[in-house]
């Protein structure tokens, strides 16, 4: 029977222009990856929202399928507060063979202010299994 | 098996050069694989590709790194590297259907 589920993983990011290699695997039961979605976890005060607060590349299946190498965007408190959307999700429909290694990279843009914040990136996998 | 893993039955290949000009160098964009043979690489330099992102560190690389597309290299201060070397790969046919 297939079903909907959703993994995340989360990347920790702690020096400016820090480049952050991402090799996971999914669950064995997961036949299609549907959506993507990456988001910056953490506020940082001298920072208005930005469109390109980091980039993330993901290859799927030993990398025989690179759908994904997009900007990840930052939104600042106050426009989280006034905001009426949220950041959305990537659609995909991109198969996944059992055991297939998911590779890839986030990189900081180096749009924080001195003094640099660590911070984490949270990457949600939409997937169905069955 | 590399190759094959990835639905390519055949390719060209051939050794890419990168000359490093300046402290930036983008290439241009190609649909070829880029596998780095350089060593002796200055710490600090970084090499960011569509697939894959490379920050030298105290020490080399120690696997295979394997690049694709347009690679943007940045050069640290200081650093005396004049070139890099690849082996590309372009896939002409595949194995898909």
């Known amino acids: 029977m297939e079903s909907v589920r959703r993994i995340t993983r989360v990347l920790e990011v702690e020096s400016s222009g820090a480049i952050v290699p991402i090799d996971l695997s999914l669950p064995t039961d997961a036949k299609e990856c549907f959506g993507l979605q990456a988001i910056v976890v953490g506020l940082f005060p001298g920072v208005d929202s930005v469109d390109d607060f980091g980039e993330f590349s993901v290859s799927f299946n030993g990398k025989a399928n690179h759908p994904v190498h997009q900007l990840v965007p930052y939104e600042s408190a106050q426009s989280r507060q006034v905001s009426t959307t949220r950041i959305g999700l990537l659609p995909l429909s991109t198969k996944l063979t059992s055991g297939g290694r998911i590779t890839g990279f986030y990189r900081d843009l180096e749009r924080q202010t001195e003094p640099f914040k660590s911070y984490q990136v949270r990457i949600s996998f939409n997937l169905i299994t069955e | ?97």
């Open chain 2, 1 to 97: 098996m590399l190759l094959s893993s990835r639905g390519v039955a055949d390719c060209y290949m051939d050794f890419f050069t990168v000359p490093l000009l300046g402290a930036e160098f983008t290439t241009p964009a190609n649909r070829g694989w880029l596998f780095l043979v350089s060593d002796s690489l200055p710490q600090g330099l970084e090499i960011i590709s569509e697939t894959h992102a490379l920050k030298v560190g105290a020490s080399q690389p120690s696997s295979l790194q394997e690049f694709t597309g347009q690679l943007l290299v940045k050069l640290p201060e200081g650093a005396t590297l004049d070139r890099l070397d690849f082996i590309r790969i372009i896939p002409t046919t595949s194995n898909e259907k």
